[in-house]
């Protein structure tokens, strides 16, 4: 039994010393960094920011790899599936990490599939209206869904997105009924509200901000400083702002020293002058970027608040 012990000890001392020489080394090949977005995406450009600036930092090439599709389960699936080595790596949105395996029992991994390395933006949601659209504030758009209970046209990007929360939450909280169109992803959706095919509809502020529609509300706890014209719902008597962030992540199990490694370069990367372009462009709110133990509370948050919403609005 003792000599057992013995070399299970030995074995186990020997992993470690492996694990931290592998980590000591990191990188010696290339990293990946999948995206599960089209290119061009708020999360792809700031991605290939984070990549040729750990391409740089580190020597080795850190590339990006696009793979969207399933709401961005296809991507996130591989990430979460990938050796926990700190060469498969995740970054966007944690909307597919947190929720999706809330309402999808088939996206095979859970929220503990992941480790957070640094959040890199946050994306506040807001509603967007046709051009010459009467609807001008949050009062507005429950007055005329009061008037045509279940006949508004309402975009969403997808069931369950941050949008579709949203909207429902309003429902709930004015008593009223939209018809919820969801489409597969944002760019339809503008257009379909542009040409007026929709009354208005829900997008992330980064799409909304570059779509020259008009938006009679955000849902967030306070304005966003780029965009200070822009009311909150909550400040028009709708408490609605669900969080939303996204950044840097890898599959559990990674090393310690590897995860310290890419924060220290994701926090000096941040700081460059080609991210706070992106920043300025996605039109960021304050707090927006955090160190991996600030992510990791924001994620807990993050999980605690979609987990009940999901239950309150039946999204499962």
Do not use: W
């Amino acid at each position: 039994m003792r000599r057992g012990a013995l070399i299970v000890a030995s074995a186990a001392i020997a992993t470690g010393v492996v694990t931290i020489a592998t980590a000591q080394g990191y990188p010696e090949r290339v990293v990946q960094i999948i995206v599960p977005s089209t290119p061009g995406a708020s999360a792809d450009i700031l991605g290939r920011v984070l990549a040729d600036g750990m391409s740089a930092q580190f020597g080795k090439p850190f590339v990006v790899i696009n793979k969207p599709g399933a709401m961005g389960v296809l991507g996130t699936a591989d990430v979460a599936r990938a050796n926990a080595d700190g060469y498969t790596l995740f970054h966007g949105a944690t909307y597919p990490i947190v929720v999706q395996p809330l309402t999808d029992k088939d996206a095979g991994y859970t929220f503990k599939s992941f480790v957070p390395i640094c959040q890199t933006f946050k994306n506040d949601q807001v509603v967007v209206v046709p051009p010459n659209s009467p609807l001008k504030t949050a009062r507005d758009l429950v007055e005329a869904a009061k008037r045509r209970p279940g006949q508004m046209n309402v975009g969403i990007p997808g069931i369950a997105t941050i949008p579709h929360i949203a909207m429902i939450e309003l429902e709930q909280q004015a008593g009223v009924e939209f018809n919820l169109v969801p489409f597969h992803g944002t760019a339809e959706e503008v257009q379909n509200t542009r040409s007026g095919q929709l009354q208005f509809a829900a997008v992330p502020l980064t799409v909304a901000a570059g779509s020259g529609l008009s938006m009679p509300g955000i849902f967030a706890e306070t304005r966003n400083p780029a965009m200070s014209e822009v009311p909150t719902f909550k400040e028009q008597g709708y408490d609605i702002a669900p969080l939303s962030v996204g950044g840097l992540l890898g599959p559990a199990g990674m090393p310690t020293e590897v995860v310290r490694k890419l924060e220290a370069a994701c926090i000096d990367i941040m700081k460059g002058e080609a991210a706070q372009r992106v920043v300025k462009s996605t039109f960021q709110p304050e707090g927006y970027f955090a160190d991996a133990a600030g992510f990791a509370r924001n994620l807990d948050a993050d999980l605690a608040e979609k987990t009940s919403l999901v239950a309150k609005l039946s999204l499962k």
